[in-house]
């Protein structure tokens, strides 16, 4: 694998109005932290294709696509976890086309891929990070695993057995 790309000049490509051109480039989205808690992005590299477009009227339409998982514990359970994050992320720079045509990426002509990637590696990331779709999680009660043991439940009143002893022995 190449080294990563942190940033890309456009212009180097030199191309033509309508024209277009896919590379394939190292990218490292880095890693993330939810409530004090470390995800890390595996493998801390991967390769990216970045499509660009040369529009019309000037400046790029550009397209990042790239899939990587993600490794931490289980918001729900705390056993390993890694979900594997797929990203498609679009971006338009037409210098003069107006404040919405201009890319935060894209600095006259010099695209800043280490930013993209991660900010839209953050926006592809699911809301919870779990180790299954259907993860039961933990007992709310004692923790238990409740995937490892679906049929745990707690007697909602003491037992009144326990009850009885209690009072034998303190009298
Ligand atoms: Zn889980
Ligand atoms: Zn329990």
New binding site residues.
């Given amino acids: 694998m190449a080294g990563r790309t942190d940033s890309f000049d456009l212009g180097t490509l030199a191309l033509a109005s309508g024209e277009g051109r896919r590379l394939t480039l190292a990218v490292a989205p880095g890693s993330f932290d939810f409530g004090g808690t470390n995800y890390d992005v595996e493998p801390e590299q991967v390769d990216a294709i970045l499509d660009i477009s040369r529009m019309t009227h000037g400046g790029y339409a550009l397209r990042l696509r790239f899939t990587a998982g993600l490794t931490g514990p289980c918001m729900r359970c705390l056993e390993p976890a890694r979900p594997t994050i797929a990203v498609d992320a679009r971006e338009v720079d037409q210098p003069g086309g107006g404040e919405e045509l201009r890319s935060p990426y894209v600095d006259d002509g010099e695209l800043d891929v280490a930013a993209w990637a991660r900010d839209a590696y953050a926006l592809a990331l699911p809301t919870q990070v779990v180790c299954r779709e259907d993860c039961a999680g933990?007992?709310?009660?004692?923790?238990?695993s409740?995937n490892e043991?679906p049929g745990?439940?707690?007697e909602r009143e003491p037992d009144p057995r326990w009850a009885k002893l209690r009072e034998l022995r303190f009298e």
């Avoid at 933990?138 to 238990?144: D, F, H, K, R, Y």
Wanted: glycine letters at 8%; proline letters at 8%; charged letters at 15%.
């Fill in positions: 933990l007992c709310p009660e004692c923790g238990v409740l043991d745990h439940a707690h």
